[in-house]
């Protein structure tokens, strides 16, 4: 490695710090580094090289594969990079204890393998190979003051050696330190514009807020042409602590301000949930505990917006931090992939400040059709509760659930017309029409969005949760409290069941099945104990680099370090090497007589290629790549030639060299 001494086994040692797996960082470092203390060398073959590439190549996509079952995209792709330097370390031993000061680039890419060249160019790893070390320890974001510290120490050890002027390492030094104040400026600065983004124009932000959740803007369907395109995926999996009585709504999101299509959380701030001491739950309310609810949710893109019950207590998470705005949408700050929480929930009303005039405006663009709407039905002179009564009744009795987008004529708006003529629509419609009926009623309201659970699993005792099991549905402040109002006629869900084709029930349960798999392994990751994730993961790891070693150096020849340190593929080739009485050598022998030399890192192949082509009157070049081909299988092939192929070898060099060895030169 051209690396200054232990600064790999220093990079390694990082890693296993910020990753948590300190016993393979260290092992890798002792790898990396005890090729400077010890004289044994490895001549692996060329065809060898190949294979340890190769392997990390598979490794790689067997790791990737892996990280997507667990936890999808794009938490995998971190987790590949946080793991790709244990991935490479094949080839990065194969650097340190070969003979050879750098590997071909024909040997990392399978494209130059195929061309023909009289030489390969060659690249030492150690830089590039601590770059990886570097990006893998930053993938587990432990985002630590040490940590900083650590990147940049390491960085400027490995920039000292090459920096101009050797003789400069105070200005050097102080370049470093102006690099790393700006660097550290510009972090806490993008942090304190996303956070200031996030409190004072949420509606500009159109994404980030947890699993297909925005808790800043909700886009709706309203207006559009066509089946909603909803899918069959299995979001959440819930296990209440008893059989539910009927539909279930998990709530995630609350919007108070309407406009165009979409829904806004204007004025919705987060702030900090306090912890439990000494546990890890999250107090939400006071109150007493009447049920238990446990929720498995894929966080795609990580910091979920958690999925509650109307009077959750308490939330049972293992996560970073939890936060919550104040309209009631709970958001954790963990790593994508599957997230499992118990909610203690009690018969209180879901948890959300006291109303304000938002909470009662209508947009300009539906107001009037509402505000008719809600003196036909003499909304006006009714107690809140009647008033609600009332308006469940209007949307009970003469409208109908509908999956399919239906286009605003000229001069009206969807919901206008949903109201007023259609009556038909799936639930933003049936939501966002009671929402702006309710506060034309003078009850302040507002747009909430979540899940519905009512599939039972084949268990028995959990539910499963859809992606087309997404809902809407009201929130009205009734007699000092909120509550759910859910316009939406009964049955929606079977119905659109029963809508699917038959192919679509198939595909889910192919997508049923991977679900479950996906989420048994999940599970196993979180419940299980450290030792029994070393223990399986550790033992394959072990099985692997077992037989990496015995397939690639266990066969290789060994040569002794000089005492000068300097090694240099031809002095490797003066040991002894498996197969070294091929009588195709005698053929090489001959040709370098004659005056075509062989190239250091030039294959047989390759060599023989370019004598054609530069001594175009020399015959047998067919046999000779027939010959070659055998003597390839004879030094390289576990298995060996057999008698037969054997004596074919011999038989074919001698008759070669019958026919066109050149006499001597007379004195």
């Known amino acids: 490695m051209n690396t200054p001494a232990f600064l790999l086994g220093a990079a390694a040692l990082f890693w296993g710090w910020q990753t948590g797996f300190w016993l393979i960082g260290a092992a890798a470092a002792i790898a990396m580094e005890a090729p400077r203390r010890v004289a044994r060398r490895f001549e692996v073959e060329l065809p060898r090289q190949q294979r340890v590439a190769d392997l990390c190549l598979v ?31 094949p080839l990065g031993l194969l650097q340190a204890w070969g003979c050879a000061p750098a590997i071909r680039l024909d040997v990392l890419f ?21 770059v990886f070390w570097l990006i893998g320890a930053c993938a587990a974001n432990q985002r630590g003051d040490l940590a900083t510290i650590g990147l940049v120490g390491l960085g400027g050890w490995a920039l000292l050696g090459a920096r101009p002027g050797r003789d400069r390492a105070g200005l050097w030094a102080l370049q470093i330190m102006l690099a790393t104040a700006l660097g550290s400026a510009l972090h806490v600065g993008l942090n304190s514009a996303q956070v200031w983004l996030e409190g004072a124009a949420p509606d500009w932000i159109s994404g980030g807020g947890g699993n297909r959740t ?28 008893a059989p539910l009585a009927g539909a279930l709504l998990l709530h995630r999101a609350t919007y108070n301000e309407y406009g165009g299509s979409a829904w806004v ?6 702030a900090e949930v306090p912890r439990q001491p000494g546990n890890a739950a999250w107090t939400l309310r006071a109150g007493a505990a009447r049920r238990q609810i446990e929720v498995a949710d894929f966080a795609v893109h990580g910091n979920p917006v958690l999925s509650l019950p109307a009077g959750a207590i308490s939330v049972t998470l293992a996560a970073i931090s939890l936060r919550a705005n104040n309209l009631g949408a709970v958001q954790a700050e963990a790593a994508p992939g599957f997230v499992i929480y118990s909610v203690a929930a009690g018969d209180g009303p879901p948890q959300a400040q006291a109303p304000d005039a ?35 009744e ?62 039972r699993a084949p268990d028995g005792s959990t539910y499963l949760v859809r992606e087309r099991h997404a809902h809407a549905w009201a929130r009205v402040f009734v007699d000092g409290r ?16 029963l809508e699917r084709p038959a192919a679509a029930r198939w595909r889910a349960r192919l997508t049923d099945a991977w679900s479950a798999l996906r989420f048994r392994y999940a599970r196993w990751q979180l419940t299980s104990s450290e030792s029994e994730k070393w223990g399986l993961f550790g033992g394959i790891g072990a099985l692997v680099l077992a037989w990496l070693g015995w397939r690639v150096f266990g066969a290789a020849r060994t040569v002794r370090k000089p005492a000068d340190g300097a090694l240099h593929p031809a002095r490797c080739e003066a040991a002894r090497l498996v197969g070294s009485d091929s009588s195709f050598y005698q053929i090489e022998s001959e040709l370098r007589r004659r005056g075509m ?31 070659v081909r055998l003597h390839y299988r004879y030094r390289f092939d576990p298995l060996g030639l057999g008698t037969a192929q054997q004596a074919a070898l011999v038989e074919g060099c001698a008759a070669w060299l019958a026919q066109h060895t050149a006499p001597p030169a007379r004195a």
């Open 358 to 392: 938002s909470d009662l405006k209508l947009p300009a663009a539906e107001r009037e059709v509402f505000a008719d709407t809600a003196r036909t039905l003499g909304l006006a002179g009714l107690a809140p509760a009647d008033a609600v009564r009332r308006v469940q």
């Open 482 to 497: 909120w509550i759910d109002v859910d316009t939406t006629p009964s049955g929606w869900a079977e119905a659109e069941d």
């Open 265 to 270: 959380a204007r004025g919705a701030r987060f």
């Open 394 to 455: 209007f949307f009970a009795n003469g409208f109908r659930y509908s999956s399919t987008g239906m286009a605003a004529a000229p001069g009206s708006t969807a919901l206008a017309q949903f109201i007023g003529s259609t009556r038909a629509g799936h639930c933003e419609y049936f939501a966002s029409a009671a929402v702006l009926l309710l506060r034309a009623a003078g009850l302040p309201a507002r747009y909430a969005t979540g899940f519905s659970v009512q599939e």
């Open 59 to 89: 490794l790689a996509a067997m790791v990737g594969v892996g990280c997507y079952v667990a936890y999808g995209n794009p938490r995998a792709i971190v987790l590949l990079f946080q793991w790709l330097p244990l991935i490479l370390l």
């Open 597 to 627: 030399l062989r190239a250091p890192n030039e294959t047989f192949e390759e060599w023989l290629a370019r004598v054609e082509r530069e001594n175009p009157g020399l015959v047998g070049h067919a046999d000779l790549r027939r010959l």
């Open 110 to 130: 399978w494209s130059l393998r195929r061309e023909v060249r009289g030489g390969a160019t060659a690249f030492n790893l150690g830089y590039a190979y601590l």
């Open 214 to 241: 925005n808790p800043y803007r909700s886009s709706t369907d309203l207006g559009s042409i066509g089946e909603l395109k909803q899918s069959d995926e299995i979001i959440l999996r819930v296990k209440p602590d």
